[in-house]
């Protein structure tokens, strides 16, 4: 696959498509243009305060002000998702993690022997405009009284986890607390009554696979009409952030008719791709009906990709993300882990339900995760299982190169999220 599937996400809300509010209205395009000219000329006199040249290849841009996420310096749209990754070593990584009190043992390469920490201070820079700072306080005054729930796989469990270690270590141990009942893991700040949520459903509909312990099974059954058994953790949520693929990437799905108890459940083998617009259906006529319009703000982060072929990226055949540790720089780079087919389901469904008035966010994660082959886990996380003296003297067959090491990848996908809450 040569390119990405082109999902745009565009910065400015438009009367009748419901984007969303990053511009200014026209009535104040005078009063914006002065204080732009006032804040570029600002920015021309304290450009070396950041560390980086005011060259002529340098957009002059007001981020990171809140108040003008995605809007370039002459007040034309940004895409945020389109940009390169730049080395900055003075101003990453946003934690460490040994700061991190509840960082998970499948992400912690450092705790588990990566001595190449580089990965860590890589900073995403769109190409015309700027990622706002994330600012802990600032995202737990937005959810003061409210809950923040990420829905969906590992991967998503690795954004909750970065999401919650961005924003504890501002927080006195005394006034935090974590507990897990079920599916469900609560991180809790108590002073702003603000919980960080996630919720174990990797297919998103019901499987046999929802035991968030005991969910490695050879057989794989998802019941892709029937959702409420999940659904109504989440429904009344103020934030919700989804996601689903990693789950869904073999050639077909066995699909049931009737419940996991009943003994009388049809079941059928179905292609995935198909599976997987039944399962999105299911999910998009939920939301339709059940979500508080006026409450419940809906995020969709796009796929996850994957490392496991380095001829992909131009090294000799048989390796993976093992011992990798530097992005991929070619604009573009686009790997056969992704599924353009996947997205195109997926930006199908969203629009159906922007066209149905419920305005769902996609965070369009995919490009920009694909240059990072360094940032994974490889080796150098907790493994599960003793591994076997085959495994040991061929560390490329169990490294993993789907998850994310924390501080890392994850991290700009909340500064992404972040933006989107403080601004819409």
């Known amino acids: 696959m040569g ?18 509010a990053w511009g200014i209205r026209s009535s104040f395009q005078c009063l914006a243009g002065f204080l732009i000219a006032t804040v570029v000329i600002a920015i021309i006199y304290s450009g070396a305060e950041d560390g980086r040249p005011m060259g002529e290849d340098q957009p002059i841009t007001t981020a990171p002000s809140d108040s003008h996420i995605g809007l370039t310096s002459t007040g034309t749209q940004c ?11 003075e101003n990453y990584p946003l934690y460490r993690e040994t700061q991190c009190s509840f960082m998970s043992d499948q992400l912690a390469c450092e705790k588990f022997g990566r001595k190449d920490l580089t990965y860590q201070y890589w900073r995403w820079q769109p190409h015309r405009c700027d ?3 994330f600012n802990a306080t600032a995202l737990l005054e937005k959810l003061r009284n409210k809950r923040l729930v990420f829905v969906g796989d590992s991967l998503n469990r690795g954004q909750w986890v970065s999401m919650v270690c961005l924003v504890e270590t501002t927080i006195p141990p005394s006034l935090k607390s974590m507990h897990t009942n079920g599916s469900l893991s609560t991180f ?3 002073e702003y009554n603000a919980t960080i949520e996630f919720y174990w459903a990797p297919l998103l509909v019901e499987s046999n696979s929802d035991n968030p312990v005991k ?22 949520a103020d934030f919700l952030v989804f996601n689903s693929f990693l789950w869904w990437r073999n050639s ?7 419940t996991f108890e009943s003994a009388d459940g049809i079941y059928k083998e179905i292609g995935t791709l198909r599976t997987y617009e039944m399962a999105l259906k299911t999910w998009s006529d939920w939301l339709e009906f059940h979500v508080n319009r006026s409450k419940t703000q809906i995020f969709w982060v796009s796929m996850s990709p994957t490392h496991e072929r380095s001829e992909e990226w131009g090294v000799a055949e ?13 604009e573009g780079y686009w790997g056969n882990g992704s599924n353009p087919n996947m997205m195109q389901v997926v930006e199908g469904t969203i629009e159906s339900l922007n066209a149905r008035g419920l305005k769902v966010q996609l965070l369009n994660i995919t490009q920009l995760s694909e240059y990072r082959k360094e940032a994974h886990p490889s080796v150098h996380r907790k493994q599960w299982e ?8 061929n560390p490329s067959s169990y490294a993993d190169c789907f998850h994310w090491c924390l501080p890392g990848v994850p991290d700009t996908w909340n500064q992404l999220l972040y933006a989107y809450i403080l601004n819409q």
């Open 3 to 20: 390119k990405a599937y082109p999902i745009q996400v565009h910065v400015h809300q438009e009367a009748a498509g419901g984007g969303v």
């Open 79 to 89: 895409d945020l998702f389109s940009g390169k990754w730049v080395f900055d070593a």
């Open 131 to 133: 990622l706002p700072r």
């Open 188 to 190: 809790k700040a108590i």
């Open 215 to 236: 969910h490695r099974l050879p057989d794989r059954i998802v019941r892709a009409n029937a959702i409420e058994k999940h659904a109504r953790h989440w429904t009344d």
């Open 252 to 258: 077909t799905v066995k699909v049931l008719w009737g």
């Open 318 to 330: 048989g390796h993976n993300c093992y011992n990798e540790t530097k992005p991929i720089f070619k």
């Open 386 to 393: 003793p591994l076997t003296q085959e495994q040991l003297s």
